[in-house]
């Protein structure tokens, strides 16, 4: 009976423990004894585990208790932290010391702390980029009050810088919000037929103006034939008012920027057929270093010269979450001095 127990138990990803009503381990898992490499069964629990709070846990289970839970570090490298639960196994009266009191499970907490930790930051550096705006309304509002009360000049100056910063905290909620959106949805795969090409239009038309202020010429390459995509045209709109936003934002003033379409036998890494769409400028490009980093929330190259351009850092993780939802791939090149390329691959809508 328990040998068939212990097998059941070993195709459990947690680590289990079963304990007699003296405290030893008569049977462990695979993944507890990958845990605890010194042998345990037969030992008093205190052998592999010693620990405390988990040893009082287990004590008073074994003790009749029904269940009892206790957060346990190893001694490990990276210190990891499981939460243990105790539980009371019925059915034990007059059945002998092998017969498991207690049975102890382990859950890892790595993953989520990790998780926990990533919120916290996030908000922390969220909070942090709303407060320096405001900080410098504020600070206007009491000088537009108090010395510059008079000076109709100094006024309209710092009337503009304010209208700025409203405009670039504006800019930030509408990205956190629209960040928080697409990760709400990412689970949900779209379903509509997308005309990719058409979309892309749109965009560039949209910032036609953006890209005539800095005198930069926007092409775009879209040959007959490229299949429609499986997506969500409202976020693949997103999408390419970023990329091609940046282009123009990091780009050559006087330069080009070329956006192009094809359809691609398989999307890398995922192997279905799709269209890759590229945004590619002729900037002065990206560090290799950065590279891996451009889609974290609230990264820049250059921290001070995009805030000045008025950049909320989260156009890039915006891109990310919403080509993830698509089951697409996104890649980006860059060569210092001659300019960067971002490639965007969605899987085509199946013919029907
Ligand atoms: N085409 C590009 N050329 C050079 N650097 C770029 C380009 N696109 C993005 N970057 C860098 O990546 C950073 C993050 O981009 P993004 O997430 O869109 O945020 P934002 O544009 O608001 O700063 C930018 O601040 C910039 O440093
Ligand atoms: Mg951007």
Redesign the pocket.
Known sequence: MLEITIAILDGLPDPVLLVNSRRAVVAANRAARELFVAPMVGNDLAVALRHPAALEAVDAVVRGATVREAEVTLPAPGSPSYRLIAAAVRGDEGRGADWPAAVVTLQDLTAARLTERMRADFIANASHELRSPLASLVGFIETLKGPAKEDAEARERFLDIMHTEATRMARLIDDLLSLSRVEIEERVPPRDAVDLAGVIRGTIDLLSMRAAERNVALELDCPAGVPSVLGDADQLAQVFR?LI???I???RAGGRVAVSLRAVERIPERGVPGVAASVA?E????PPDALPR??ERF????KAR?KALG???????IVKHIVGRHRGRLAIE?KLGQG?R?TVFIPAASPR
């Open positions: 970023n936003e940046n282009a934002r990091y780009g400028d900037g002065e490009g990206i451009l889609t990264f820049r190259v250059d995009s950049s909320t850092g989260l156009g890039l993780a860059s960067s971002f």
